[in-house]
């Protein structure tokens, strides 16, 4: 119970990675703000089944939308108080290429991949953990950012597209950028990039893991412990690194 007393908002909580970073913080202590454009409830179930005394509260909204982001974050202080924990987890990813990639589907994945998180950590971190000298953001970005998109079995089809790819290699910087500013109030900025795991974004997409080291889809559960280590106070050394958590897909 090494979150007890801490308060996580968590963007994405309804499916996926979202939702079992969501259930593995509860399983620490936490308490959590759940934000989705969908219900959670099948998030809250879960954590209710392995802890029913922690508080979760729900917020349904378009993290795309900068009125949305502050009256959530605005509800969760109301309620909660002090916020400890940002997971910037939401995400949309578009396989077109860059010939036949509508503008909206750019705008789209960048908006909810890094202007989402943008818009939550300036609502979050002031004046919320400034004042408390106190925080721990963890941005969801993936190795997409860091080589250009994964091809997955389907050739070009199933790649993920240039703007995912674009947006996460922007989480990644911008994550860099606030560990470097926020260091000061011991709030830490650290993001987690995910190779292929089995959620709604890679339903379908057959990848090759004969390239990875350990020749498997990576799950929910081996993401959430990684979000789950930069979430905890012992990880105050450690600001503005990117933990790959993709089964040895890459190395360097
Ligand atoms: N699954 C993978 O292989 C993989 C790999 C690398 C990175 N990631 C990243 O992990 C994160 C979580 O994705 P996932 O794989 O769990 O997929 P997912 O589709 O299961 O979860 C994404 C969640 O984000 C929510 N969401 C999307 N747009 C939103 C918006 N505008 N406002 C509010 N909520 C919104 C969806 O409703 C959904 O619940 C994403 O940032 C994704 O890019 C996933």
Not at 18 to 27: H, V, Y
């Amino acid at each position: 119970m090494k979150l007890k007393g801490h308060t996580a908002i968590i963007t994405g909580a309804a499916s996926g990675i979202g939702a079992q970073s969501a259930i593995r913080l509860a399983i620490e202590g936490a308490d959590l703000v759940l934000i989705d454009l969908n219900s959670c409830s099948k998030t809250i179930d879960s954590i209710q089944a392995v802890r029913p005394e922690a508080t979760v509260m729900e917020c349904l909204g378009d993290i795309r939308d900068p009125e949305f982001v502050k009256a959530a974050v605005a509800r969760a202080s109301d309620s909660f108080g002090e916020l400890h924990i940002l997971v910037n987890n939401a995400g949309t990813c578009g396989r077109l290429g860059i010939d036949n990639t509508p503008l909206e589907i750019w705008d789209r994945d960048m908006d909810t991949n890094v202007k989402a998180a943008f818009l939550f950590m300036q609502a979050v971190v002031y004046p919320h953990m400034v004042e408390q000298n106190y925080g721990r953001i963890i941005n969801i970005s993936s190795i997409s950012g860091l080589n250009g998109g994964v091809t997955s079995g389907d050739g070009a089809n199933g790649r993920s597209g240039p703007a995912y790819a674009a947006s996460k290699g922007a989480v990644i910087a911008l994550t860099k950028w606030a560990a470097k500013e926020l260091g000061v109030f011991d709030i830490t900025c650290n993001s987690v990039a995910p190779g292929a795991t089995e959620t709604g974004i890679t339903s379908g997409v057959p990848y090759d893991v004969s390239q990875q080291a350990i020749k498997r889809m990576g799950t929910t559960a081996d993401i959430a412990e990684a979000v789950l280590y930069f979430a905890l106070p012992e990880s105050g050394y450690t600001t503005g690194q990117v933990l790959k958590v993709d089964g040895g897909y890459s190395f360097g």
